[in-house]
């Protein structure tokens, strides 16, 4: 009889029973009186694939010695690129004030800061590939994505709507007309909202096994793709079409509140002042509610110390004052095609098994990626603009996560250099928990909530001060220093400590 169970290949991602059949040549099994079948039972808890004989005859199974020792293999990358993302964050956040070549760039352009967001967009759509590459049951993934969504948009709100006021300052609370409603959590919960949905609603739609051909895997998951075209769609026709007209804002300062105008009247445009991006948040979330210290104002039309920060100059246009939101509702549907770029490269990561075919796909799409960036960046066509989220910003990091993301797996998962990479793996693997803890700077609340006699006399501080800025006689090599190693390496031993004890904090 005719063994039933289908051949699968398998990755080694998930935990539980994995089934390995050895299939015979089928010519010579015809010429066979007896067929059999071989199937390879693996269990995650044996790590070895046992031979089990399949007769002729009901009822009979004879056992034999082990095919094979196999161990399930977890694609270190993934970790490791996720740590490096939220190590970037912490180091661009707490540093990029006194380096500001790494910190956002002020408009166009794209700095070391500026791959934070699509970097982790990237690893969203990659896990998300690993994570609903099989799903018994729709609904109950439906109900655990939007139950993750929503976990995320509460923690952004709680930590980046103005509630939180940490590290430095120590009360807590936000006047609700002026709550901040967008972020970088609410930003990569509706990115994930997006990919997940039609990664899941489609799940019936999937080939089983691939067609022959580069273009194959894109023609599979051809729903993916034409999602990430639609949203590419509404922001090109928004950006370009959408007409901006005059608008005003109320500052408010000690002395007073002052009303300033902003001349535009215009479409289609990409500097700071009238672009549709700002024009869209303006009118969905209203201008209180915006990032009220953007980063536009580090322009030299704006401040003398440009590209640092410094005081505004007195003839600066009225919107150098202005509050921008930088992930914004307009820029994070084009966002969604980061987390797209993401999901393709897990799908790869799924179907294809060999290294060189997997390198294959995933250089050569960043390579593409890039160039097209390139091209749109230097012939002015559409500016590489993170504060936008450009479609050349968008080509621009998606081509560089992808690159930097094979890298890893090159030196990680084919060269077995694990051990200096190790560090990156801990923080992946608790990411939120470093996310919230040091990027967010609660941990250093925290800390500072113990001071002696006025707040600014607290430990965090004399650290900084006597250990490091001190010690180095330079305040920017200090503050760096800081950060690497107070932080980024503190947080990566706390990391792997709680990876030995098996504590992760998951959404």
């Keep these: 009889m005719e063994n039933p169970i289908e051949k699968r290949l398998e990755e080694g991602f998930g935990t539980g029973t994995q089934l390995v059949v050895e299939e015979e040549d089928k010519n010579k ?12 039972i693996h269990t995650s808890n044996e790590n070895e694939v046992k031979s089990v004989k399949i007769s002729d005859h009901p009822g009979e199974m004879k056992e034999e010695q082990p095919l094979i020792k196999q161990k399930t293999k977890r694609i270190a990358t993934l970790d490791a690129f996720r740590g490096l993302t939220i190590v970037l964050m912490i180091l661009v956040d707490d540093a990029g004030g006194s380096y500001s070549r790494i910190d956002h760039s002020p408009w166009n352009g794209c700095t070391l800061a500026d791959f934070v967001m699509p970097f982790f967009l990237f690893i969203v759509g990659v896990a998300i590939a690993l994570a609903l590459k099989k799903i018994p049951k729709v609904k109950s993934a439906i109900r655990k994505i939007i139950l993750r969504t929503l976990k995320l948009l509460f923690w952004g709100i709680i930590l980046q709507g103005g509630y939180s006021h940490a590290p430095d300052d120590l009360s807590y609370g936000v006047d609700m007309k002026q709550i901040r409603w967008c972020g970088i959590l609410q930003r990569i919960a509706l990115v994930y909202f997006v990919v997940a949905i039609i990664e899941t609603l489609t799940t019936k739609l999937r080939p089983t096994v691939l067609n022959p051909g580069y273009f194959s895997i894109f023609t599979a998951y051809k729903w993916q793709w034409f999602g990430g075209f639609v949203a590419f769609v509404i922001y090109m026709v928004t950006a370009f079409a959408f007409y901006v007209p005059d608008w005003t804002f109320v500052l408010h300062q000690k002395h007073g509140a002052e009303k300033y105008t902003v001349k535009c009247g215009m479409r289609g445009h990409f500097g700071p002042a009238c672009n549709a991006v700002g024009y869209v948040d303006r009118q969905v979330w209203g201008i209180n509610h915006l990032y009220s210290q953007p980063v536009w104002s580090r322009l030299k039309a704006c401040t003398f110390s440009s590209p640092d920060s410094g005081p505004l100059r007195k003839d600066a246009p009225s919107w150098c004052r202005a509050p921008f939101e930088p992930e914004g509702l307009l820029s994070t549907i084009s966002a969604i095609l980061s987390g797209t770029i993401g999901i393709h490269y897990g799908h790869v990561l799924i179907h294809v098994k060999e290294h060189a075919e997997r390198l294959k796909h995933w250089v050569s799409m960043g390579l593409v990626l890039l160039i097209v960036a390139v091209i749109l960046h230097f012939t002015d066509a559409i500016p590489i603009n993170k504060q936008l989220y450009s479609f050349s910003y968008v080509c621009f990091t998606g081509g560089a996560a992808g690159i930097v993301f094979s890298g890893f797996y090159i030196l990680i998962d084919v060269w077995g250099l694990r051990t200096p990479f190790l560090f990156l793996e801990w923080i992946g693997m608790n990411a939120m928990l470093v996310f919230v803890m040091a990027a967010q700077g609660i941990f250093a609340a925290f800390i500072n909530g113990w001071y002696y006699k006025n707040p600014d006399n607290n430990l965090v501080n004399w650290i900084q001060q006597h250990v490091f800025i001190d010690v180095w006689k ?15 390496t503190f947080w990566g031993v706390v990391a792997g400590i709680l990876h030995k004890l098996g504590i992760y904090w998951k959404l």
């Excluded at 009186?33 to 199937?39: A, I, L, N, S």
């Excluded at 330079?474 to 980024?488: C, D, H, K, N, P």
């Design 29 to 40: 099994s015809t010429s066979r009186q007896g067929k059999e079948d071989r199937v390879g």
């Design 474 to 488: 330079s305040e920017r090599v200090g503050t760096l220093l800081y950060v690497i190693f107070a932080e980024i």
